[in-house]
């Protein structure tokens, strides 16, 4: 059977994207408008080209406010290699670089920095399992440090910042992934902030990274930038204007399109507010449920993108996932490390399939509780 409707994707991603962003891709895929290629054929050089990837950063900084001492850059190599490229271009010999550890994510990131230097853990949630964010007063930060690392929405654990916390004198550089664009971000607090597109913001391939002017050439100071590879220094990106090499072009058109969308919506406060209506209506369906759904994470730290949550036990989890699937609601298996339910609920994941979620889970409590 071939399936052509749309089910509701809970997946972590890639994941849903708005359905009109597809419908116009699809609609232009054979022929780009007045250009009669498709955006899959032509040159990343040709005028076409540059006035997307153009108008794509120009939407960015719009959304987001961005300063004009920041730079705007599409990179590949996903959120995995800013976890590399950050310390081979800001953390020199005898520097130090702190990072918060609340989740898989972070963990991963300091993997990679101590491969590069020193490394400080400022803080970490680990032996919660990840259930929460920081304090202010459990933050050991380093003086002088070279910058402090932070996962701002942890996408396995289900753990989110909902306010940055205050994190000295060092450049902030930021993991944020699995909730950009999700709400408000005021750039001005970051020295470097990285987010994959495909969660938020468009197809895997491409990674937006906005890093502020002096760090780039902070970075072109260090001892040994000379030697890095060249794709690896924020300086080449920032030169060429993200097209030193063949950039990954469709995912940057498509990122152009998610872009529009959102601010057609209204920008990033009005995707706030609906991420907030649409993130509370699980939680308070996972409260309301007397403990028969429990939310891994501690209120004041739970993620408006990835709801995480475990069940009674785990016969019941795999009931569930497998009955729901075949109900339309698909992806809602947790991540292998931390088990039970996740429901990641992008900007773009409609309210219909929150409230089928949510009908769906008192169904199923009531049959099985
Ligand atoms: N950071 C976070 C918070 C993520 O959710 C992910 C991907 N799930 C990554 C980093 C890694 O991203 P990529 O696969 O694009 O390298």
Known sequence: ?????????????????????????????????????????????SKTFEAIIQECEANVRKLAGIPQDYHVLFLPGGATLQFSMAPMNLLGPGQTADYVITGSWSKKAIKEAKKVGAVNVAATIEAENFTRVPRQDELKLTPGAAYVHISTNETIHGVEFHKLPDLGAAPVVADTSSHMFSRPIDVAKYGLIYAGAQKNMGPAGVTLVIIRDDLVKKAASLPGYEKLPVMLQYGTHVTDKSLYNTPPVFAVYIMNLVMRWLINLGGLEAMEKINIRKADKVYQAIDASGGYYRGHAAKDSRSRMNVTLRMPNEELEAKFVKEATAAGLNGLKGHRSVGGLRASIYNAFPEEGIDALVQFMKEFQRKNG
């Open 1 to 45: 059977m071939t399936v052509t409707t749309r089910i509701f994707n809970f997946a972590p991603g890639p994941a849903v994207l708005p359905v009109s962003v597809l419908e116009e891709a699809q609609r232009d895929l054979l022929a780009l408008p007045g250009v009669g290629m498709s955006v899959l054929e032509i040159s990343h050089r």
